[in-house]
C-alpha cells in the first residue's frame, strides 16, 4: 500500500474530472510482486516462531489498514474497469487520447 501514490493519484484525476470535457481514469495495473509485498500476511506464511508471534498480534490491525485502502481506493479512484498486468499492458495503446505518467520513480 502507498498511500502517497493512491492519494496523487485520486487528486489528479478529481482535478482532471473536474475540468471540461475530460473523463480521466487510472489504469488499473496490478503487479503481483507488488501486491503480495503489501497484503496481510497469514500465520502460516510466517517463517520463524518469532515471525509468526509478531503476525498474530499485528495481524488484524495489518488487514483493517488493508480493507480501509481497499475501501477508498473502490469508493474515490476511478479506477479502469479492465485490469491490466505485464502480459496484456498493451492493449491499451489506442484506448485513451492522453496519458499521464506521475511518479517519482519514472526516468
Do not use: C, H, T
Not at 478529481?14 to 510482486?33: G, M, T, V
Not at 508471534?53 to 485502502?69: C, N, S, Y
Not at 476511478?78 to 502480459?87: F, G, H, K, R, V
Amino acid at each position: 500500500m502507498n498511500y502517497g501514490a493512491e492519494l496523487q493519484a485520486y487528486a489528479l484525476a478529481r482535478f482532471l474530472n473536474n475540468q471540461n470535457e475530460i473523463n480521466a481514469e487510472i489504469i488499473n495495473y496490478s503487479n503481483a510482486a507488488v501486491y503480495n509485498s503489501n497484503r496481510p500476511k497469514k500465520f502460516k506464511e510466517s517463517g520463524s516462531i518469532k515471525q509468526k508471534v509478531k503476525r498474530l498480534f499485528a495481524w488484524r490491525a495489518a488487514k483493517e489498514r488493508w480493507d480501509r485502502f481497499r475501501e477508498f481506493e473502490k469508493d474515490f479512484v476511478p479506477l479502469s474497469i479492465d485490469e491490466y498486468n505485464l502480459d496484456n499492458i498493451d492493449r491499451i495503446k489506442d484506448k485513451y487520447d492522453r496519458y499521464i505518467i506521475g511518479s517519482d520513480q519514472v526516468w
